[in-house]
């Protein structure tokens, strides 16, 4: 099946500081990237799609200042959290959909674990 | 937008069957899928139903019902390794998925 990395694995940092996660489809092209959010003990919450060569759609009630996605190629899209805040701390989780071919399947990236002390 | 409902916790004895149901309301749709997700893991796929009918995959099979907005994940000769958190997911014309909560199964020996 195809392949999404996610990088990084884990992430700390400090209050304020801005962090990026990076999801790339290693083996496709993906058009279209989606952006999860999960909090402990609860399910995936849909932030945002990602379209490459343009701006990224957000689900209500996320801020797009805050989450800056850019999908810059066919291969990679990055999640950015600006001036992080301790309520940020989440598993952030990417998903690619192939590009031709497609069988409906979603795949995932490893997703990121982030602490905001 | 889609409303999606599944039990929280199930628990199951090793070697057993398991059915977990999913209902959703949905103002489009495009597909049912099953995850599988692991504690502090990403979630892998399982199943996929678009029409109505039993799609059968080696111990798990996946049922849909587009009438009754209804889908069930069967787990057949349940395994210890198979305790994690199953994720409805409806998808809608635009690729979307959402999730539902997740039913959190237990295999005891």
């Known amino acids: 099946g195809a392949v999404v990395s996610q990088h990084p694995s884990w992430v700390i940092c400090k209050s304020g500081t801005s962090v990026k996660i990076e999801c790339r489809s290693l083996d496709f092209q993906a058009t279209t990237m989606f952006w999860y959010r999960q909090f402990p003990k609860q399910s995936l919450m849909l932030m945002a799609t990602?379209?490459?060569?343009?701006?990224?759609?957000?689900e209500q009630g996320v801020e797009k200042d805050k989450f800056l996605i850019n999908h810059a190629s066919l291969t990679l899209s990055t999640l950015t959290v600006t001036s992080a805040h301790p309520e940020d701390s989440s598993f952030y989780i990417c998903?690619?959909?192939?590009?031709?071919?497609?069988?409906?399947?979603?795949?995932f990236g490893e997703g990121s674990r982030l602490t905001v002390l | 937008g889609q409303n999606i409902d599944q039990p929280t916790e199930m628990t199951a004895t090793e070697g057993a069957i398991v059915q977990i149901n999913c209902t959703y309301q949905?103002?489009?749709?495009?597909?049912l899928f099953w995850y599988q997700q692991h504690a502090g893991e990403a979630p892998t796929f399982l199943s996929y139903?678009?029409?109505?009918g039993l799609e059968e995959k080696g111990r798990f099979s996946s049922f849909l019902s587009r009438s009754k907005g209804y889908s069930y994940l069967l787990l057949k000769e349940l395994q210890m390794k198979d305790s994690a958190s199953y994720l409805c997911?409806?998808?809608?014309?635009?690729?979307?998925?959402?999730f539902g909560a997740g039913t959190t199964v237990t295999v005891r020996a």
């Open positions: 997911a409806v998808r809608d014309g635009d690729y979307k998925l959402s």
């Open positions: 990602s379209n490459e060569g343009s701006k990224a759609t957000y």
């Open positions: 998903s690619a959909k192939v590009r031709q071919g497609d069988s409906g399947e979603l795949f």
């Open positions: 949905t103002s489009g749709f495009n597909g």
């Open positions: 139903n678009v029409l109505d």
